[in-house]
């Protein structure tokens, strides 16, 4: 029996539709596969590591060859992976690589008290832990981390009152400082691939709040 090409094993979660642009049903569905913690997880490997094939992904997590090639079919079903069959040996290997794609969304856009409501806001809490979760990460392993790259790390806030304008200006401007700049260490990375380099993570938030008070102690 001829055994079927990796384009061919892969048609069937195969995305039908431009990945970026979607909205209501369609982006509940990209979110509910996107935040996946595995899913997330596997996004970041491939991210850190370059493209993998379904073997070296599951001997990097530790999780069943089954469930990764699960997992990669929901995510590449919504644009987050795609195949990488030039870079297998045969036609047994599945390899797959990162996709660079955008993801934004807001609960209010989902009617109050219906179920995309609740999934968007879900989301949004998913996402939370998951920077929590890589914040505690760093603090545990930061001793571990060369003296230049602790120092170029950084933790700044501000809380200051301001206008609406004035918070909208500054969502603007973060968001596209950080898009800018993922951009320019992607086109470096490709002009210069012999440079030392660490996985970084940036990610910020501008929201109204007031004054946080301690938590109590008994």
Not at 164 to 180: F, I, N, P, W
Request: charged share 30%.
């Amino acid at each position: 029996m001829t055994r079927r090409t990796a384009a061919e094993r892969h048609s069937d979660s195969a995305p039908d539709r431009a990945p970026g642009a979607e909205s209501g049903a369609d982006l509940l569905d990209v979110l509910i596969a996107f935040h996946h913690p595995t899913r997330r997880w596997l996004c970041e490997v491939l991210s850190a590591e370059g493209p993998a094939n379904v073997g070296m992904l599951a001997e990097r997590t530790g999780l069943a060859v089954g469930s990764v090639s699960h997992h990669l079919k929901a995510l590449h079903r919504h644009g987050f992976v795609e195949p990488a069959p030039e870079l297998a040996r045969d036609t047994r290997q599945s390899w797959w690589r990162l996709v660079a794609r955008d993801l934004s969304w807001l609960s209010d856009d989902f009617v109050e008290g219906t179920m995309g409501r609740r999934l968007a806001e879900d989301a949004e809490v998913a996402n939370f832990r998951h920077h929590v979760r890589a914040v505690r990460q760093w603090m545990a392993v930061a001793h571990e981390v060369p003296d230049e790259w602790r120092r170029a790390a950084v933790s700044t806030d501000t809380y200051v009152r301001a206008t609406v304008e004035q918070t909208t200006e500054l969502s603007r401007r973060v968001t596209e400082l950080l898009v800018d700049w993922s951009r320019e260490c992607r086109a470096d990375e490709r002009a210069r691939p012999d440079a030392v380099r660490r996985p970084v993570r940036a990610h910020a938030r501008v929201f109204p709040s007031g004054p946080v008070a301690p938590e109590r102690t008994r």
